[in-house]
Nanobody, 124 residues
Framework: QVQLVESGGGLVQAGDSLRLSCAASGRAFSTYMMGWFRQAPGKEREFVAGITWNDRQTYYADSVKGRFTISRDNAKPTVYLQMNSLKPEDTAVYYC?????????????????WGQGTQVTVST
């Protein structure tokens, strides 16, 4: 099985930056894509960003494009989410996730492995 552990969340002010990390461990038959979703209170879980493992193609939600950057570390199974120019509407629990097989998807029910989540709170 695969374990995903997020870190880096916290309380910041609007305009600040945060970097989330997600460390993967365990054994996966295949890793096609890793990504980040978020869920705010009373809202559905939504796609934030994703990166394909082999060719590092990246995908973003329109709401974060130009502000967030997803990347991964070759040396270790870790994916990062650099979040700049944070807004109060970015407040949510952020989840790291892994999709073993293609195609790319923005639907949470198509991702197999999930971390426990890390809280990001952006104050005005």
């Amino acid at each position: 099985q695969v374990q995903l552990v997020e870190s880096g969340g916290g309380l910041v002010q609007a305009g600040d930056s945060l970097r989330l990390s997600c460390a993967a461990s365990g054994r996966a038959f295949s890793t096609y894509m890793m990504g980040w979703f978020r869920q705010a209170p009373g809202k559905e879980r939504e796609f934030v960003a994703g990166i394909t493992w082999n060719d590092r193609q990246t995908y973003y939600a329109d709401s974060v494009k130009g502000r967030f950057t997803i990347s991964r570390d070759n040396a270790k199974p870790t994916v990062y989410l650099q979040m700049n120019s944070l807004k109060p509407e970015d407040t949510a629990v952020y989840y790291c996730t892994m999709k073993p097989w293609p195609p790319m998807s923005r639907m949470p029910n198509e991702y197999r492995y999930w971390g426990q989540g890390t809280q990001v709170t952006v104050s005005t």
